[in-house]
């Protein structure tokens, strides 16, 4: 009786040792489902612009204006939009070394005294993984709560980037037209308006230190854009003029960009006008990266 007593008991510590093993399992595995959710919950939502390329040798004209048949096919107004923009960067491009940009734009639409700061930190995106970019942006400080920030994926023919950018509107007198400002209002504005994430990245006052070492803005460029219409997406095709690389002329890009909120037919679409333009000999298989051209050259 005593050896079947000690078998009973043997048994139930068994058991018990089973549950208590299977508890702290299931507590470790709930946790890290929560720890997941609440993760998950703090990643920002971006949108999605799709950018198709088209080769400006083919649908420019000479006066380096979208050509009639590209207008035609896009169902473009008849109006053209003015931009132009200038980046804010050290000699050594110290603020793009750490996945940040400072960029000042004016566009036509805008009064004379309007300019749009936006300071814009870029991940890149390996082997299509969105989620790891969002996941890495939110473990710095980039999340779901944060109002003053908006995430988008800039998807190109192969390159994609998680872009979260603050943008801010300024009014100040005493410029004209599509002018941009000087040297030191430059860096006085920027470094005014900075918010505290571009600031203080890696060290205090990292930001505006920086920018209190900018010589020169790297600009000025110039581009135009049209508004259309395909597939029943707006679409914006702009065309830029950035130096070449000797600085005896320009190169030009031509972009067709339309924005999604959704990933999945974000990609689908994009494929499509892909196609489109290939089978019209417009497509252009590369991809551009305007800001990189526009700090290496300027």
């Known amino acids: 009786m005593l050896y079947n007593r000690g078998k009973v008991w043997s048994f139930s510590f068994m058991i018990s040792a089973c549950l208590m093993i299977s508890l702290v399992a299931g507590t470790t595995l709930f946790s890290e489902n929560v720890l997941y959710a609440k993760e998950e919950a703090e990643v920002m939502v971006p949108d999605y612009e799709l950018k198709v390329f088209l080769d400006p040798a083919l649908v420019l004209n000479e006066d380096k204006k979208l050509n009639d048949a590209v207008q035609d096919y896009f169902n473009t107004e008849d109006t053209v939009e003015k931009l132009a923009v200038q980046f804010m960067d050290t000699e050594d491009l110290d603020i793009r070394q750490e996945g940040w940009s400072v960029r000042i734009r004016k566009k036509e639409a805008y009064s ?139 190169d030009y890009i031509v972009e067709a960009s339309f924005k999604m909120d959704d990933g999945t037919q974000a990609e689908a679409e994009k494929k499509k006008l892909e196609q489109e333009m290939a089978d019209a000999g417009w497509f252009l298989p590369v991809d551009q990266l305007k800001t990189s051209l526009i700090l290496e050259r300027y």
Do not use: C
């Open 112 to 250: 004379d005294e309007e300019f749009e700061l936006t300071y814009k930190k870029r991940y890149p995106i390996e082997n299509g993984d969105i989620d790891a970019a969002l996941a890495l942006s939110a473990s710095e400080n980039f999340t779901l709560d944060d109002d003053n920030y908006e995430a988008q994926v800039d998807w190109g023919y192969e390159k994609q980037t998680l872009s979260i950018s603050r943008k801010k509107i300024i009014e100040e007198n005493g410029y004209d037209g599509m002018e941009l400002p000087t040297r030191k209002d430059s860096r006085d504005w920027t470094i005014e308006e900075a918010p505290g994430k571009f600031e203080n990245w890696t060290t205090k006052n990292w930001g505006t230190d920086l920018l209190e070492q900018v010589d020169k803005p790297y600009g000025p460029v110039s581009a135009k854009k049209k508004t259309g219409s395909w597939n029943g997406h707006k679409i914006y095709i702009e065309v830029w003029e950035i130096l070449n690389e000797n600085g005896t002329g320009y």
